[in-house]
């Protein structure tokens, strides 16, 4: 790994459900950086959650504004480890910053898997009721997208918190990042 390869950041990508958060946060903090969650980076910014603002604006504004955040977590000098919303793998923008800023971690658990996760909540814009159809449609659009751009790809859906963190873990040493 080259000098401004220790730059890098961590961004996880992947469905909703697929664990970002819950990988995301143990491996930020084995790695002593900062961890930016992309539904939390969008309702600092805009004070509201991402159902809300989809609910007002739209979902196309929605979209925009999750993939506005990641660019901007993308830029910051100091390293972190990010998690990137579902929909911000269709930004081409986000792709190429992706490219340029990050090592990615695609998470990916079976379409069976992700509806189970997928919560009735006012924070998120889609309900569970279609959630089949819903992890579906977004999967043929989207996972060609994700292993693009990945780096690496782990699955979430039958493996344990602990051991898709170790894995991700003895992945980034391999990749130079060191715990």
Do not use: C, Y
Not at 97 to 111: F, S
Not at 112 to 133: G, K, V
Not at 135 to 161: K, N, W, Y
């Amino acid at each position: 790994m080259g000098e401004s390869d220790r730059a890098l950041h961590v961004v996880f990508v992947g469905a909703m459900g697929s664990g970002k958060t819950t990988i995301g946060r143990p491996v930020a903090h084995a790695l002593a950086r900062p961890f930016l969650d992309n539904d939390a980076m969008l309702e600092a910014a805009t004070g509201e959650s991402a159902a809300a603002l989809s609910e007002r604006d739209g979902i196309d504004a929605l979209h925009r504004a999750e993939a506005a955040i990641v660019i901007e977590a993308l830029r910051r000098a100091e390293p972190a480890v990010i998690t990137a919303a579902a929909s911000t793998i269709t930004d081409a923008g986000v792709r190429a910053r992706l490219g340029e800023r990050a090592w990615v971690a695609w998470l990916r658990a079976d379409h069976a898997t992700l509806a189970a996760r997928l919560p009735e909540s006012d924070e998120r814009p889609f309900s569970a009721a279609n959630a089949d159809r819903l992890v579906a449609d977004q999967a043929a659009e989207r996972d060609a997208l994700f292993a693009e751009v990945a780096d690496a790809t782990f699955e979430t859906g039958r493996a344990d918190v602990d051991g898709v963190v170790n894995a991700l873990l003895r992945a980034l040493a391999e990749a130079g990042f060191h715990t």
